[in-house]
């Protein structure tokens, strides 16, 4: 079946760097853009950054921008973000998730999230 | 960078009652606005997508409208499921951004 499965959270100080995965299965990885979304504890959902299909765009909050950095290895069905300077206001739920293919055309929205990995930034 | 400013905060309702969610954008989205629904303890869901467009498997009781800067998602009649927090999000710029929710809790 469809699944993304997302690691590499964890506790962290703050201006330390994380790197985060996701690995897919159960669909054509190469085939869609992919997202970062994050949902701080008990607040509601942020955007954090996509990577299109084969790499070649990337786009970013500006709450992250300069900080994180989104990759994938389609060779490996992987997504990744390197998150480094953290903050404190970047603990959050993160998630990984597809964007929304039809039949005719790829919408920027999600419809396949993982359970998400959790980052806390704490001194 | 486009905010969606989500109404009520919270409605409470009880189970066979209609549910009216509103989402306002600050400036026109065209249609690019989609719903989400999240229940406590699990990953968002899709629901609608381009104001008013079901996604795969989603009941008929769920319904989206609206265009330019203000969308609604109604529920025909609230089944005990469908208590949680609803989400609206815009893909007519980047940053892609979400409204700040509105729970719709048991009455």
């Known amino acids: 079946q469809v699944q993304l499965v997302e690691s590499g959270g964890g506790v962290v100080q703050p201006g330390r760097s994380l790197r985060l995965s996701c690995a897919a299965s159960?669909?054509?990885?190469?085939?869609?853009?992919m997202h970062w979304v994050r949902q701080a504890p008990g607040k509601g959902l942020e955007w954090v950054a996509v990577?299109?299909?084969?790499?070649?765009?990337?786009y970013y909050a500006d709450s992250v921008k300069g900080r994180f950095t989104i990759s994938r290895d389609n060779s490996k069905n992987m997504l990744y973000l390197q998150m480094n300077s953290l903050r404190t206001e970047d603990t959050a739920l993160y998630y990984c998730s597809r964007e929304y293919c039809s039949s005719s055309s790829c919408y920027a929205i999600f419809d396949i999230w993982g359970q998400g990995t959790v980052v806390t930034v704490s001194s | 960078e486009i905010v969606l400013t989500q109404s009520p905060a919270t409605l409470s309702l009880s189970p066979g009652e209609r549910a009216t969610l509103s989402c306002r954008a600050s400036?026109?989205?065209?249609?690019?606005l989609a719903w989400y629904q999240q229940k406590p303890g699990q990953v968002p869901s899709l629901l609608i997508y381009d104001a008013s467009n079901r996604a795969t498997g989603i009941p008929a009781r769920f319904s989206g409208s609206g265009s330019g800067t203000d969308f609604t998602l109604t529920i025909s009649s609230l089944e005990p499921e469908d208590f949680a927090v609803y989400y609206c999000?815009?893909?007519?710029?980047?940053?892609?951004?979400f409204g700040g929710g509105t729970k719709v809790e048991i009455k």
């Open positions: 990577i299109s299909y084969d790499g070649s765009n990337k």
């Open positions: 999000q815009q893909r007519s710029n980047w940053p892609l951004t």
């Open positions: 400036q026109s989205i065209s249609s690019y």
């Open positions: 159960g669909f054509t990885f190469s085939s869609y853009a």
